[in-house]
């Protein structure tokens, strides 16, 4: 259980971090499995594209910077997939939300490689998933130390309460920010041991720096939902989660084949709902 001031300071500042959710053993694990998931299924490429690129990097930098990152680790990995539907977690995300009912949005992997781990511009995560509302909770399971040095998250205070902004989008970049007007500078810091957990809402403004220390900066963000808060677009668009508290709500014209499959309104049916 949160305390009411944890709830208060999610509510006043967009993000959360929680400490030692998970124990040195079971980050040894998870670290493992990841190991194995880098190793033989993950992408190892340049990062997030797009112009802002050069505002947060030499060109030197740029040239070298690595993300490695793949989704959906809990299919991967019964431990992840333990890590993930963890009823501590789901219950904390819950009395945020103030529902009776969380839902598994999806995993991804973001690790900044050795001196070279790309920064992230400043961004809210929405457009990458856009959602009806404001019911969604990003949670960061630190599966190590991250710092000043190793490319720690970064958050603009109290955005979420700005509500959903406009992005520089394009058909071969992420979306973003503009630099001018959202420098990494003017966030706070939230450095995080491994087994930390780092909550921050869906509309949270955020972003990082390179990853300039000698050692790995890896974790792992796990969207959580109210499943009344119906998807719009983007990542894992139409696929039912795992539901992690609760029961799923029945929603008016959404209906669910012999198969598994939504069928019907989605849209109409965040009409109704919103
Ligand atoms: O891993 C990072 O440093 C940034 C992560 C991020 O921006 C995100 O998960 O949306």
């Known amino acids: 259980m949160l305390t009411q001031a944890q709830v208060d300071f999610f509510n006043e500042h967009g993000f959360l971090r929680l400490e030692n959710v998970f124990s040195a053993q079971e980050i040894s694990k998870l670290s493992d499995d990841l ?5 033989t299924f993950a992408h190892w490429e340049g990062g997030w594209r797009g112009s802002w690129r050069k505002d947060y990097m030499e060109a030197e930098e740029d040239a070298k910077a690595v993300l490695v990152h793949i989704h959906e680790l809990h299919h991967y990995s019964a431990a992840w997939m333990q890590a993930v539907t ?49 019911r969604y909770i990003d949670a960061l399971v630190h599966v190590d130390n991250a710092d000043e040095e190793s490319g720690c998250l970064k958050f603009l205070d ?15 970049i992420e979306p973003f920010l503009p630099v001018e007007q959202y420098p990494l500078e003017d966030s706070v810091s939230v450095p995080a041991k491994a087994g930390d957990v780092v909550l921050f809402h869906l509309w949270t403004v955020h972003g990082s720096a390179l990853n300039r220390a000698k050692r ?23 696929r039912p989660g795992l539901m992690v508290k609760g029961v ?27």
């Open 158 to 172: 109290g955005s979420h309460k700005l509500g959903k902004l406009q992005h520089i989008m394009g058909p071969d």
């Open 248 to 274: 799923r709500p029945k929603l008016e014209g959404v209906t669910v084949d012999v198969y598994g499959n939504w069928q019907g309104n989605l849209a109409a049916a965040a009409v109704r709902e919103g």
């Open 35 to 39: 190991q194995y998931m880098m190793d």
């Open 86 to 134: 963890r009823p501590a977690l789901a219950d904390a995300i819950g009395q945020i939300l103030d529902t009776d009912a969380v839902e598994v949005h999806h995993s991804t992997l973001h690790a900044k490689a050795p001196s070279a781990g790309t920064p992230f511009p400043m961004h809210q995560d929405d457009p990458f998933y856009p959602h009806t509302d404001g």
């Open 216 to 238: 790995w900066r890896r974790l792992v963000r796990v969207g959580y939902r109210d499943p009344r808060n119906i998807q719009l677009g983007g990542a894992a668009l139409g």
